[in-house]
């Protein structure tokens, strides 16, 4: 079985969109803002958008389930307020579930947070509960900068971000760091402020002590990792400059990296570095990279067949990565896998 | 011959930090800025901290000359005003002056430059002019982002840095594009914020067309690109997205990584992924990384035993990373060396 941790719905019908819009525009003239009840998509909607892609490549493929959360740029917490972003979540999370109620073989929901900058991350603990309970995800997607690239949260390992992490450890399920779009001209966000953001919050994490505090506590870092599988060296050489135990006990018993990685050469590097216990398979399928590698005729984002290609796993690795860590990290995932006899 | 291009003069006389500590304390009291000849630092000061800290480790490793700049994170651009910056600046160019003049066979001088936050770089002329015509400057160092980690400046390709890049033309010197020290609490400076700064320039280079502009101009991404070679595929499918040319066309006739990455499957990606022509041989010691790697038994920053052990070169593509593309990317380094008859 292959399961994919890392899948948004970015090709949500156009009506989402739409309502969005409203939504922004309403914020601009300081006008009412559109009730949900006014957005209408579907099951035939949801139907043609997966089927014509996700599940489409999923089958093209060979993988079999995506663990699948709403679309990461439009999240775009940095747009009005706590009730702006808590309704916009609301809808969002209610589609992926939807999703995941009319494909139930294929897809499980992850949940994005009504955060907002400057507002206390508790205040997303509602929506956490209602997605979890209600809705059956198995994991969340926190934005460790809620303000689009000016990074005016503090970091990751703040007293301020607790409330989320108790209620992770709570329910047993996993967060995956993962910002948004960027307001920032600086940054692109899925060629730039995606990885950096990977990169910065491996470092938040070297400089503090947060699994100290939340020994069970699992994070995924994202895109590989970000920069930090390349400069692995570089980050083991800073956590001992700084007294801290080996990377191996101090953020490898708590912190995965996914495998959106769209090259040979980087998945070579990433399975070469992280324990395989560590790596979880996933492609960000639909996402920031649609087109075919001209250098070997397949999608850049097709990265199973690095996965399958690389000299540093054996076929056993290989499973655990495709489907056994994964089992491990998102515990209610396999649960509710359990639940159907798979 | 084995050319360093990526030294700071990180050990210098502590004298040069109580001046700095100085001008910053006016500053806050708004009292008179302390003079540049209130500095006083005798070339028996600066033989002490070269001879037992850089020149001692190149003896050690094999190294002959370096490419030597002002630290990196104590160019600190945030802070203060042009002034400020003007003067500091001054001062640490002088001194890397020096360190060239007292070893001719073994330094070579980068300069930092007076940048400011919202300053416009065309006030930066005047010192680079000076540091290319009277101290022998064969490159600069070009920060972009004055602010220290909040990305208030525009993106390099904006055409406020064109009055940099004409100078740099004329005078045929590239630059390292190298932010300071992160005022931001998200960016911890030598694990975050520089590896963001080198992936943040890629990007934007590949969004931009600077070099239809500049199509002589020479950039260095340092700290091995960022994460831009183990993104690799991400970042020629963005390019193709964005209907750009093939990177090596649209960046790899004017952009350079250097190897300073610590370990060796970071440098084994960097030299399969990265063409020869564009890799230029680096350690940026004494700098971020100072310690020895248990794994190892060798210094984290002793680059030239991962490009000796790397599989994916040849000697001679070895000696164009440690001397060849050195000479042709920093040709005032070459005719300096050649007037030397070496």
Redesign the interface.
């Known amino acids: 079985m292959i399961i994919d941790i890392h899948g948004h719905y970015t090709t949500a019908p156009a009506a989402l969109g739409a309502w969005r819009d409203r939504q922004i525009a309403a914020l601009q003239d300081a006008g009412p803002a559109p009730s949900a009840s006014e957005l209408h998509i579907s099951d035939d909607d949801i139907r043609e958008t997966i089927e014509s892609n996700q599940l489409r490549l999923m089958r093209e493929r060979g993988s079999d389930l995506t663990i699948f959360s709403p679309r990461a740029s439009f999240m775009a917490h940095h747009i009005g307020d706590f009730q702006t972003s808590s309704a916009w979540a609301a809808i969002c999370n209610e589609l992926c579930w939807r999703v995941s109620q009319l494909y139930p073989d294929h897809f499980i929901p992850a949940a994005m947070l009504p955060q907002s900058p400057g507002v206390d991350p508790a205040t997303c603990i509602p929506e956490l509960v209602k997605c979890v309970e209600q809705y059956g995800n198995v994991a969340i997607n926190l934005n ?2 809620p303000s689009g ?3 005016t ?3 990751l390992t703040d007293r301020s971000w607790y409330p989320i992490y108790e209620k992770m450890v709570e329910y047993d399920i996993p967060a995956m760091v993962h910002v948004s779009t960027s307001c ?5 966000t ?3 402020h995606y ?2 953001a990977d ?2 919050a491996v ?2 994490l ?2 503090g002590d947060l699994f100290k505090d939340f020994p069970t506590l699992k994070l995924i870092i994202p ?2 990792g ?2 930090a ?10 956590a ?2 700084m007294k801290k135990p ?1 990377l191996d006990e101090h953020l490898l018993n708590n912190i995965y990296f996914d495998t959106c ?3 040979q ?2 998945i ?2 990433l399975t ?2 992280i324990p395989v216990k560590n790596v979880l398979f996933a492609s960000e399928m639909i996402g ?4 075919i ?2 250098t070997t005729g397949h999608y ?2 097709d990265t199973r067949r690095y996965i399958d290609s690389t000299p540093y796993l054996t076929d056993e690795e290989r499973q655990q990565i495709y489907e056994g860590n994964a089992r491990r990290v998102f515990t209610r995932l396999d649960a509710a896998l359990k639940a159907r006899g798979r």
Chains 1, 2 share one sequence.
Not at 184 to 188: G, I, K, L, R, T
Not at 231 to 238: A, K, Q, T
């Open positions: 460790p900068d690239g000016h990074w949260s503090p970091p920032n001209a600086c940054f692109h899925t060629g730039a990885l950096n990169t910065t470092m938040q070297i400089q895109h590989g970000g920069a599988p390349y400069h692995w060296g570089r980050f083991r050489g800073l001992q400059e080996l990685v769209y090259h050469p980087g070579d590097l070469r570095v920031a990279v649609r087109g590698d001209p850049y984002d």
